[in-house]
């Protein structure tokens, strides 16, 4: 079964630290690209990073130096280290994967598959 689970969500205050997990299954992980993209109630899905297939790295101004993205190939997970949160890092966060890089690892258009997302508040 093709599909992407993540795990690592919770609450934690201003100032701290989570770690999210993407297992993945089901397709060819080592040459997919990954990415995190993250939603608020009622927005739209923003993009968080994106790594490509032999590592390559994008960020979103907002997180960047704060939430390193990394992939283990051999166990097919992308991580994303959330260090000094905030309270606007209060959103659902997704992992996502695609095949073709056409639009950059930080549009949405360059991904085919989303996991469900895992809830991240935080509280000042």
């Known amino acids: 079964q093709v599909q992407l689970v993540e795990s690592g969500g919770g609450s934690v205050q201003s100032g701290g630290s989570l770690r999210l997990s993407c297992a993945a299954s089901g397709y060819d992980y080592n040459n997919a690209w990954m990415g995190w993209f993250r939603q608020a109630p009622g927005k739209e899905r923003v993009a968080v990073a994106g790594i490509g297939r032999y590592g390559s790295t994008a960020y979103v101004v907002v997180v960047k130096g704060r939430f390193p993205i990394s992939r283990d190939n051999a166990k097919n997970t992308l991580l994303l280290q959330m260090y000094s949160l905030k309270p606007e890092d209060t959103h659902i966060y997704c992992c996502?994967?695609?095949?073709?890089?056409?639009?950059?690892?930080?549009?949405?258009?360059?991904?085919?598959?989303w996991g469900q997302g895992t809830q991240v508040t935080v509280s000042s």
């Open positions: 996502t994967a695609g095949w073709k890089n056409i639009y950059g690892l930080l549009n949405p258009r360059s991904y085919n598959l």
